[in-house]
């Protein structure tokens, strides 16, 4: 096989793995542009056609001349190594290189030159018998060893496995000459050697694929299509039709209910977990953290999606090649790496979320209407930078709904209402094949079933497989630990980076703890009631935004590899640091205004059990937290959730037994579900626990002064006294089991442990649908 390498003006650019590369002037989507007004803006293609290079001049206006002739317009002409083309004030010389004997020598010693080695390490390091230069690999993933003349396939604790025809293998196992062997994408045989399964075959192989939702709401009509490799490929079709169902049919998100998608060969139901990391995929909104850099949002992109064992410099490169091949360092004035997100425009955002996902280089590149929030200038740049991923070996498939996106593809599938396949091909071939003037009035037609069905091109063979179940498994990602850890930290990276809403957060405790001390000129029981309050709603509003406000981020990350478990973790320990902040600085002020500014001989009315009362508003506020993570994890707006959380805290202040007593066993086990009760509860036994009652040596004047000098003698349980004498008559069910601090504790940890769960399966949900 031949390769060839394009001089411009003495600029190399190497021959696109799609066999084409279109020549234009600069500025117009052509995959080789020159900066001349004399050339045309489609001026010229390069095609490889059975392994055979040529030229031809698209009906230029000032054509294209080989070693000082003219070559006639739209006649392929057959390209000789060394030839010298002129185009405009501008030279271009092809070499080509025969590259097929070096491999096929590569193919026959093969088997000798594990026999003379003893053995062949694979994997990613430069450093292997076998090298393949991929993430998914991992460093050194398997060895080929020949022993007692018998050849041997093991995996060496690879992070994505080892495959001997198609099934994961757990132990040397026995190689014979007949056996495929995969990692990743790579096939390796004894008589064939190594080949790049994304080179030899189809990128997308959809088979009779059909999806019905569980309400048997169709989203798509049995279809197939094959999708080649390096193509760019535009969907397309009237609103509701089905375009985003079958994006993430493809994909794997929302798997087909019936049929099979082969991706590169590989079944992607039985391959899923490995196929999932070679795939991007970017929904129609951002799936970045605008409080984050470029550059942060890019590594911990890395750090999550890419093996453990990537080294950090490994990822700096990794980045340095995104950011070039996405053309996102134009200024250059300021590195793109150190702005953040947020101060971007939307098509350098759209690039950013692309860029997460070409972190990983994945082989094929879903995009969910990219272009519609951009404006015409930034779409033309924006497509050019996609077509150009596409022509070095990204297969792209687009969502659109922009005629003017037509010009950059190279098909087009165009879905009919109700999830039917209308038409598939060239997208020139597209508007007249439906004997209409435009695009507009394809939309039109295929809007209605009656059309539409005249068109529908049924698949040439019927899904073989009906799935029950439509989840694919997934797997764990390499170390809990880590992607814990990770999270974390970019978590607390995207706090500390919003500082108005940081600030916003310490403000809280010192302005409602200063209203408190301002308000009451004593302290008294209903000082703890507050106490409480105040901690519930740090911790419920802060956590209540959280998740649906990174929704998109959330599904693209479980998508790939995010542990529901270790999620809710990062969110709650960073909660948590919040709420403990939030906690000393309300104690402190409350304890210190009681201590200090309120008759200050007479000591036993303050706050007392300093560190204590820190600790309990601690561990309320973060069981609040758990409450908004809940609401956050449930509902699908951030509108629903504000609305929800008054509905939420009003039983915990009604319900406390502080305004009104308790009266009914409903109310009382009501209560139990609330923190306000046993927070209140919990932190009037700490008082008690701080310090005895006894009765105080206060001057009648003083009591006078004080005015509930009973209050502050007595124990602050009997100030509560939470039950109503009808109750206490009848017979307390929950007050008389959690009789206790430590019991109180208990019932707060069943209320974590409910909310938990509760939080886990809301996550649960919006797996696939
Ligand atoms: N999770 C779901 N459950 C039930 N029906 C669904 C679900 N998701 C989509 N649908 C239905 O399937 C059909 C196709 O929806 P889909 O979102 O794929 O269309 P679309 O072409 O991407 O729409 P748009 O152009 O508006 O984004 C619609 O009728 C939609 O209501």
């Not at 706050?607 to 973060?622: D, H, N, P, Q, V």
Request: proline fraction near 4%.
């Amino acid at each position: 096989m031949e390769e060839l390498l394009i001089k411009l003006d003495g600029e190399p650019f190497t021959f696109p793995k799609n066999g084409k590369m279109t020549i234009g002037r600069i500025g117009h989507g052509a995959d080789l542009e020159i900066d001349d007004k004399k050339v045309s803006r489609q001026h010229g293609i390069i095609e490889r056609v059975e392994g055979v290079f040529f030229i031809k001049d698209l009906d230029s206006s000032n054509g294209i001349y080989l070693n000082g002739n003219r070559i006639p317009s739209m006649e392929p002409v057959q390209i000789s190594n060394n030839d010298i083309f002129n185009i405009a004030s501008k030279t271009l010389v092809f070499e080509l290189s025969d590259i097929s004997p070096k491999s096929t020598k590569g193919v026959l010693k093969f088997k000798d030159k594990i026999v003379k080695k003893g053995f062949l390490h694979i994997g990613r390091l430069p450093t292997n018998d076998i090298v393949f230069d991929d993430p998914t690999v991992t460093r050194i993933h398997a060895k080929i060893s020949h022993e007692n003349n018998v050849f041997w396939i093991e995996d060496l604790g690879s992070v994505n496995h080892t495959y001997l025809n198609g099934k994961k293998i757990k132990t040397k196992t026995k190689l014979r000459d007949s056996d495929i062997v995969t990692i990743s994408f790579y096939a390796i045989n004894l008589l064939e050697g190594t080949k790049d399964l994304r080179e030899e075959s189809i990128a997308i192989n959809a088979v009779g694929i059909q999806k019905i939702y569980p309400n048997n709401k169709i989203g798509l009509q049995s279809l197939s299509i094959e999708i080649p490799h390096s193509n760019f490929v535009a969907l397309m079709g009237p609103s509701g039709c089905g375009k985003s169902t079958l994006l993430k049919c493809l994909n794997g998100d929302n798997p087909a209910t019936a049929g099979e998608v082969f991706i590169h060969g590989l079944s992607l139901r039985e391959n899923f977990n490995l196929i999932k990391k070679k795939i991007g995929y970017v929904p129609q909104d951002d799936i970045i953290h605008k409080e984050l850099t470029v550059y942060k949002t890019l590594f911990y992109a890395a750090k999550l999606r890419l093996p453990d064992d990537t080294s950090n410099q490994e990822i700096d490169k990794r980045i340095d090649k995104v950011i070039s091949d996405l053309n996102l360092n134009q200024d250059k004035e300021k590195d793109i790496r150190n702005i953040k997100v947020r101060d971007l425009s939307g098509g350098q955002r759209k690039r950013i979320s692309i860029a997460v996902e070409l972190l990983t280089e994945p082989t094929i590149l879903f995009l969910d209407e990219p272009t519609s929030p951009l404006d015409p200038e930034t779409i033309e740049s924006f497509l050019t930078s996609i077509k150009r991923l596409a022509s070095n070996g990204t297969t792209i498939i687009m969502v659109t709904h922009k005629p003017e996106d037509l010009n950059y593809v190279d098909q087009v599938i165009f879905l009919g209402v109700q999830g039917h396949l209308v038409f598939k091909g060239p997208a020139v071939e597209m508007v007249p094949s439906f004997k209409v003037d435009n695009i507009v009035e394809v939309y039109s037609e295929m809007s209605h079933v009656d059309k539409v069905k005249d068109r529908y091109i049924k698949p040439t063979a019927l899904g073989y497989h009906k799935y029950a179940d439509t989840e694919i498994k997934r797997e764990k990602p390499d170390s809990l630990w880590l992607q814990l850890y990770w999270l974390i930290s970019r978590y607390l990276n995207i706090k500390l980076n919003d500082k108005e809403n940081l600030f916003l957060l310490l403000a809280q405790p010192i302005i409602i703890g200063g209203l408190v001390c301002l308000v009451f000129n004593q302290f008294r029981v209903s000082v703890l009631f507050l106490m409480t309050i105040s901690a519930i709603w740090f911790g419920v509003s802060n956590a209540a935004k959280e998740i649906v406000g990174e929704l998109p981020v959330y599904r693209r990350e479980r998508m790939f590899n995010l542990n529901i478990n270790m999620y809710i973790l990062s969110k709650w320990s960073v909660l948590s640091l919040i709420a403990l902040v939030q906690s000393i600085l309300f104690v402190t002020i409350v304890y210190l205004n009681f201590k200090y500014n309120t008759y200050a001989d007479f000591d036993e009315v303050y706050l007392r059990s300093f560190w204590k009362s820190i600790g309990f508003m601690f561990f309320l506020s973060f069981s609040g937290s758990l409450i908004g993570l809940w609401l956050s994890a449930s509902l699908n707006t951030t509108e629903k959730v504000m609305t929800v959380v008054p509905i939420i805290l009003m039983p915990q202040i009604m319900l406390a037994g502080v305004m009104t007593k308790i009266n009914t066993t409903l109310v009382e086990i009501l209560s139990f579900f609330t923190l306000g009760r046993w927070g209140t509860e919990g932190f009037s036994r700490l008082q008690d626990e701080a310090s005895p009652v006894h009765p105080v040596n206060v001057s009648e004047t003083q009591s006078v002064i004080v005015g509930q000098f009973e209050e502050a003698t007595m124990s602050a349980m009997n100030v509560l006294n939470l039950y109503d004498k009808n109750l206490t008559n009848e017979g307390i069910l929950i007050g008389g089991v959690f009789n206790g601090f430590d019991e109180n504790i208990m019932a707060i940890l069943i209320l974590n442990m409910l909310f938990y769960i509760l939080i886990y399966y809301a996550l649960k949900k919006k797996d696939s649908i």
